[in-house]
């Protein structure tokens, strides 16, 4: 990886990191699944108008994209995330990143090497530690969503790669555009007080979808495609260890949690991991 792209790789986890805690303030404010709704339906909105239409080939690959990214991904994760605590949420989603590499040796036929397969151990090992630093949850539902949330994230990273490149804003538009009806309809089967939260939601709540949108979404996500096109899921896919470490820093600042000997070991664990698998194998002599 050249170093805007690894610069680009860690923006992308530092950008989801913070979205952590805009999401649990505008569940807040907004039943979840409609708060997700309406993150999707401004971004087609932005993007569909200025970008492409995806080519016959490519309709089916976005469609499939926008169900396990957009409708499982987000949508399990979104009501984990309102169901428990933010921390907890954070550390469960790191499973994305083993499961996009064991996907990735199959599908991509990307076989892991050795420092990559370490590294990734050595970050299970930082998640425990995290997980340790969390506490215990009361509810293992909100665990078990956000761990759905995980694999379909990594499926939806997988059928990226394996179907484009795209262009990232066509992705991004026409995906979010076939994401809101199926977040908007599971909204409507559980989830009541839609049209009122619109009103009452305060600033903040608003503030944060505004984050989601065009921090989160547009910038995050654009970088997290771009980089899917140009680099192997093997080199990616590690650097979203980093979310879990931006999302309990941002916890610390923003929701009054405390740094703790526990957060910065696990922390420099997942830095590790992901410097581990940026080291070029050395080339064998012929």
Same mark, same amino acid.
């Not at 997290?224 to 080199?235: D, E, G, P, T, V």
């Given at each position: 990886?050249?170093?805007?792209?690894?610069?680009?790789?860690?923006?992308?986890?530092?950008?989801?990191?913070?979205?952590?805690?805009?999401?649990?303030?505008?569940? *807040?404010?907004?039943?979840?699944? @409609?708060?997700?709704?309406?993150?999707?339906?401004?971004?087609? =909105? +932005?993007? #569909? &108008?200025? /970008?492409?239409?995806?080519?016959?080939?490519?309709?089916?690959?976005?469609?499939?994209?926008?169900?396990?990214?957009?409708?499982?991904?987000?949508?399990?994760?979104?009501?984990?995330?309102?169901?428990?605590?933010?921390?907890?949420s954070a550390v469960a989603y790191q499973l994305a990143?083993?499961?996009?590499?064991?996907?990735?040796?199959?599908?991509?036929?990307?076989?892991?090497?050795?420092?990559?397969?370490?590294?990734?151990?050595?970050?299970?090992?930082?998640?425990?530690?995290?997980?340790?630093?969390?506490?215990?949850?009361?509810?293992?539902?909100?665990?078990?969503?956000?761990?759905?949330?995980?694999?379909?994230?990594?499926?939806?990273?997988?059928? *990226?790669?394996?179907?484009?490149? @795209?262009?990232?804003?066509?992705?991004?538009?026409?995906?979010? =555009? +076939?994401? #809101? &009806?199926? /977040?908007?309809?599971?909204?409507?089967?559980?989830?009541?007080?839609?049209?009122?939260?619109?009103?009452?939601?305060?600033?903040?709540?608003?503030?944060?979808?505004?984050?989601?949108?065009?921090?989160?979404?547009?910038?995050?996500?654009?970088?997290?495609?771009?980089?899917?096109?140009?680099?192997?899921?093997?080199?990616?896919?590690?650097?979203?260890?980093?979310?879990?470490?931006?999302?309990?820093?941002?916890?610390?600042?923003?929701?009054?949690?405390?740094?703790?000997?526990?957060?910065?070991?696990?922390?420099?664990?997942?830095?590790?991991?992901?410097?581990?698998?940026?080291?070029?194998?050395?080339?064998?002599?012929?």
């Amino acid at each position: 990886m050249s170093a805007i792209q690894i610069i680009c790789a860690v923006a992308v986890p530092l950008l989801w990191g913070y979205q952590f805690v805009a999401i649990k303030a505008g569940v *807040t404010e907004f039943p979840p699944l @409609f708060f997700l709704a309406l993150r999707f339906l401004a971004i087609a =909105l +932005l993007l #569909v &108008p200025f /970008v492409k239409r995806p080519t016959r080939a490519q309709v089916v690959p976005v469609a499939a994209i926008s169900i396990f990214l957009g409708g499982l991904n987000f949508g399990l994760f979104y009501v984990g995330l309102g169901l428990g605590s933010g921390s907890m949420s954070a550390v469960a989603y790191q499973l994305a990143t083993p499961f996009t590499v064991l996907l990735a040796w199959p599908l991509l036929a990307e076989r892991p090497s050795v420092t990559t397969s370490a590294g990734v151990v050595l970050a299970c090992v930082g998640v425990v530690v995290l997980a340790a630093e969390a506490g215990p949850s009361a509810n293992i539902l909100p665990l078990l969503l956000v761990i759905g949330a995980a694999f379909a994230f990594a499926v939806s990273n997988v059928l *990226t790669k394996r179907y484009g490149p @795209f262009d990232p804003l066509m992705l991004m538009g026409w995906s979010s =555009l +076939l994401t #809101v &009806p199926q /977040v908007m309809l599971m909204s409507l089967l559980i989830e009541h007080g839609q049209m009122a939260s619109l009103v009452t939601a305060d600033r903040r709540g608003w503030l944060a979808l505004a984050y989601t949108i065009f921090i989160g979404g547009i910038v995050g996500f654009g970088l997290w495609f771009w980089l899917i096109a140009r680099c192997s899921m093997n080199r990616v896919a590690p650097f979203g260890l980093l979310l879990p470490v931006f999302a309990l820093i941002s916890s610390v600042l923003f929701l009054g949690d405390r740094m703790t000997p526990r957060l910065i070991v696990g922390g420099l664990l997942a830095i590790s991991e992901v410097a581990m698998t940026q080291v070029r194998p050395s080339a064998r002599p012929t």
